[in-house]
């Protein structure tokens, strides 16, 4: 069952009215229904779980596999706190010694009423 989200958005002279839906995350076996987004808007209005991480080293790798990586990871330690959504912070990339990414992100869910 998904809930529904509204967030209404004032933007002088028009209004502009959006929903939004998030899974619901029971267990950490749901960890690939947690999104995971860049946009600060996007989790306004919701309650902040926790700062989760992922990291990811390999040698000679592309960057676009160790970031699936690392985002893997955070979609885990997100479904275990029963976060729904990820606002990514930190994405940091270095070559030097091994090819690693490093990223950090705050875990949100809904309000409950």
Do not use: H
Not at 31 to 42: C, F, G, N, S
Not at 52 to 74: F, H, P, T
Not at 98 to 104: A, F, G, P
């Amino acid at each position: 069952m998904k809930k529904l989200f509204a967030v209404v958005i004032l933007n002088l002279p028009f209004w502009s009215f959006c929903q939004k839906e998030f899974p619901e995350i029971k267990e950490g076996s749901d960890w690939q229904k947690v999104l995971i987004t860049r946009d600060p808007e996007a989790v306004i209005g919701l309650e902040r779980v926790s700062v989760v991480c992922g990291e990811a080293i390999v040698l000679y790798a592309l960057r676009s596999k160790l970031r699936s990586k690392a985002i893997e990871q955070i979609k885990k330690s997100a479904a275990k706190k029963g976060a729904s959504i990820t606002f990514i912070t930190k994405d940091k990339f270095s070559i030097i010694p091994l090819d690693n990414i490093k990223m950090e992100g705050i875990a949100y869910k809904l309000k409950d009423l």
